[in-house]
């Protein structure tokens, strides 16, 4: 938790929020993943001074339960002094003790933002999904929370200014925007409508900006002039007899020789991020087997 400090900007866990967003639909399935096309709404999960502190805690653990499909877990929360915005015991439950910062119990409209943080590692945990590695599995947890519909919360506690900063968990802004974003793209919603914080509104347009650009990479054909363009000198390379290989300097796309002469190319779905393979013979339609994705291709 950014807490007065400074707030990290930019993409710099970009590779592994696309890992996590892999691994969620490898280890879900897309039909699990559709079930989740509706976000936690803003009611659901409002909390007033006037709430008692421990009993609206409570409440809103239990719809995050009831979002995440939990039904036979139990969160039992409570508050003390600490570094960390919140911690979770991971047992085998079903009750499960969730610890939050004190800072809460005067910021309480954050306390969902918490919770979805805390609620997600006990799914993650019952799945038996995790990265190797802290940081690694704390950022599988926030593109989870995320793309399951109840990340918005925590970009939305994001707030900074030239006195005081607020930042929960371990994503960038921006990297919150960027899986926000995606999810959007996939279920056509508009999570912006429900920011409170104006930094939030910044950090999503940018995410949305580096998704979008995710649908725009060759040999998609929605690909811009100058990435066709660098895509039709790297294929004429690859056609090189004496080249059994190629790719683009820092780009996403591959090529590799079949032993029949057939020219392939590989490609991270924009979607799920799973490698799809084409053959090269111009215009392809391919559909991802992991998300279901249709992709108009021009190889």
């Known amino acids: 938790m950014a807490n007065g400090g400074p707030v990290e900007h930019g993409f710099p866990h970009l590779e592994t929020v696309r ?38 805690a409570q409440r809103v653990a239990r719809e995050l339960v009831r979002h995440y499909r939990l039904p036979d877990a139990r969160m039992i929360v409570s508050f003390r002094e600490m570094t960390h915005a919140a911690n979770v015991e991971l047992t085998a439950g079903p009750e499960y003790f969730i610890e939050l910062n004190d800072r809460f ?46 990340g918005w919360l925590l970009l939305d506690a994001y707030r900074e200014d030239s006195v005081s900063s607020q930042k929960l968990g371990y994503l960038t802004p921006e990297e919150f925007g960027y899986v926000l974003a995606k999810r959007a793209l996939v279920f056509g919603e508009d999570p912006s409508v429900w920011f409170t914080s104006p930094q ?17 990479q060759p040999p998609l054909t929605a690909a811009g002039w100058a990435g066709r363009r660098r895509y039709a000198r790297d294929r004429r390379h690859a056609q090189d007899p004496q080249a059994a290989a190629a790719a683009a300097d820092g ?49």
Request: overall charge positive; glycine content about 6%; charged content about 25%.
């Open 19 to 56: 890992e996590a967003v892999t691994a969620l639909y490898r280890r879900l399935s897309y039909d699990t993943v559709r079930m989740f096309s509706a976000s936690v709404a803003p009611v659901d999960v409002a909390f007033c001074d006037t709430d008692d502190l421990y009993l609206g």
């Open 105 to 150: 119990r005067t910021h309480r409209r954050d306390i969902g933002a918490a919770l979805a943080h805390e609620v997600m590692h006990v799914y993650l945990h019952r799945l038996d999904l995790a990265f190797p590695g802290t940081r690694a599995n704390e950022i599988l947890t926030d593109t989870a929370a995320t793309y399951l519909g109840a």
């Open 200 to 216: 939030a509104y910044t950090a999503y347009g940018k995410g949305l900006a580096r998704a979008r650009r995710d649908e725009q």
């Open 251 to 299: 780009g996403p796309y591959a090529f590799t020789a079949q032993a029949a002469g057939q020219l392939r190319v590989s490609f991270p779905c924009p979607t799920c991020h799973q490698r799809i393979r084409v053959p090269v013979r111009g215009r392809v339609r391919a559909r991802c087997g992991l998300c279901r994705t249709v992709l108009e291709c021009d190889t």
